[in-house]
């Protein structure tokens, strides 16, 4: 799957697999419905802590835009 913002493609790991390869739409789905559920961490928390456990090759800003 040819999956590239920018000339990056974009990766995302769930909590039960390995890093895989996404298209843009795709990763915006799962970038809203991690955000959406993680009630416990503060919204200005939130955005750094996907960047950095879920997603590769985009920003959760870049997706949400």
């Not at 895989?20 to 795709?26: F, K, L, P, R």
């Not at 789905?29 to 939130?46: G, H, I, N």
Request: proline share 3%; no cysteine.
């Amino acid at each position: 799957m040819e999956a590239e913002k920018n000339g990056r493609a974009i990766q995302i790991r769930s909590h039960f697999s390995d890093w895989h390869e996404a298209d843009q739409e795709h990763a915006e789905r799962y970038v809203r419905y991690l955000m959406d559920k993680m009630p416990a961490m503060p919204m200005s928390e939130r955005e750094a802590y996907v960047e950095r456990r879920y997603l590769r090759g985009a920003s959760v800003r870049e997706l949400l835009l």
